[in-house]
């Protein structure tokens, strides 16, 4: 292939690659178009030249991608009359495996990587070697380490900046050609290259987020008179149990009713809190002015009726051990406990911080958002 064949190629990918921009996500596929620079070992005798290749991949985790890959170079042999002007050109199939530090979330993330596949080399100059043992079309073995850095410009496009060194079991370059050319050829049958990449990632599959909860509000009684004969706080109107005794919890119409203060919409980070961290605000789940609003609703409650006792009970998502999952429960139900009595709820009032790791959803492990609601804490009201 020429190296405007390849350039077009490249270009291709780039073009057809942005029609598909989506968050990437865990279990999520993308594609990931890359351009670079091949520096060449220097035993090769070939320039350095444009490097190409695209990769399809996939989130297996949080930390970690798949990528399935394919890459091709041209490049020109270098001070060699008798090869002069003609292309050296190298094709690669193969898979490579990316972690990536930080968290879930986090616009720059550093990755390391490594990989395996298979190098196939061809030289346009074969001509000058039919019959001195070349094979023109064989593949070798080949391996890749490196590392790099992915910065993600939205939560569906990113951008991956990536340097890696290649070894193949090249035996096509030069050592199977043959003495009888006049040339001083040694024969080698492994080569390092080094190669610089930038290249973009659009992931497929991201689902709508859902739609946020209307807060619910009680519509005030209606304004009857203003008696209240068993002093329970309900107009005698709108009283059905007049006779209630004293301090007794009561519902708008005045009877016994069970307190409940929910604290659904009150979700953690993955992976959050750490230990040791106690403040709760760099732990909650974007955007975390939601959760605090709902957790200084439930402190206004508990004020509101003194007379109740709470039990807090952590829950997290399925990722991890079961071992890790039930301390990460515990400390998000502690850091709950720990907001509320710094903001003034006694702390005899909390029966009990229990944590229940993944053992408890209340929505599928499987996507993105069902695992954000399971990543929660729940408040049970026990009533006098």
Excluded at 165 to 183: E, M, P
Excluded at 343 to 361: C, L, M, N, W, Y
Aim: proline fraction near 5%.
């Amino acid at each position: 292939m020429k190296r405007n064949a390849l350039s077009a190629l490249i270009a291709l990918a780039l073009v057809g690659g942005s029609a598909a921009v989506h968050a990437q996500d865990f279990g999520n596929w993308y594609i990931a178009p890359r351009i670079g620079a091949n520096f060449s070992d220097s035993d090769r005798m070939t320039d350095t030249s444009v490097w190409g290749g695209i990769g399809v991949g996939v989130w297996v985790n949080p930390h970690f991608a798949l990528d399935f890959e394919y890459t091709m170079n041209n490049a020109e042999f270098e001070n060699d009359a008798w090869r002069a002007h003609h292309e050296w050109e190298s094709v690669g199939l193969g898979v490579s495996g990316r972690w990536f530090f930080g968290d879930e979330g986090a616009q720059w993330r550093p990755y390391v990587m490594a990989g395996i596949g298979a190098l196939r080399h061809a030289a346009y100059s074969g001509y000058l070697l039919e019959g001195k043992g070349y094979d023109a079309h064989g593949w070798d073995p080949m391996a890749t380490v490196g590392g790099g850095i992915q910065y993600n410009l939205s939560e569906n496009v990113a951008i991956r900046g990536e340097l890696a060194a290649r070894w193949d079991r090249d035996n096509n370059t030069r050592g199977n050609l043959s003495d009888s050319l006049g040339y001083n050829i040694s024969h080698k049958t492994g080569y390092v290259d080094g190669i610089a990449s930038v290249g973009l990632v659009y992931s497929f599959g991201h689902a709508a987020p859902p739609a946020a909860e209307p807060a619910v509000t009680t519509p005030p009684p209606p304004d009857c008179h203003s008696l209240d004969d068993d002093h329970d706080g309900v107009n005698n109107c709108d009283d059905r149990c007049a006779d209630t005794p004293a301090g007794t919890i009561v519902g708008p119409d005045g009877c016994p009713q069970k307190v409940v203060i929910d604290l659904r919409g009150v979700n953690f980070k993955f992976d959050r809190p750490k230990k040791g961290e106690h403040n709760i605000e760099p732990t909650l789940a974007v955007p975390t002015a939601d959760s605090i609003a709902i957790l200084d609703q439930a402190i206004d409650a508990l004020n509101r009726y003194p007379e109740i006792k709470v039990e807090l009970d952590g829950h997290t998502d399925s990722i991890g051990t079961d071992e890790y999952n039930q301390g990460l429960s515990e400390r998000r139900a502690q850091i709950v406990a720990d907001y509320l009595t710094s903001h003034g709820i006694d702390a005899s009032r909390i029966t009990a911080v229990k944590g229940f790791g993944e053992s408890q959803p209340i929505d599928t492990n499987s996507t993105k958002e069902g695992r954000a609601r399971n990543r929660r804490t729940e408040l049970k009201v026990e009533n006098p």
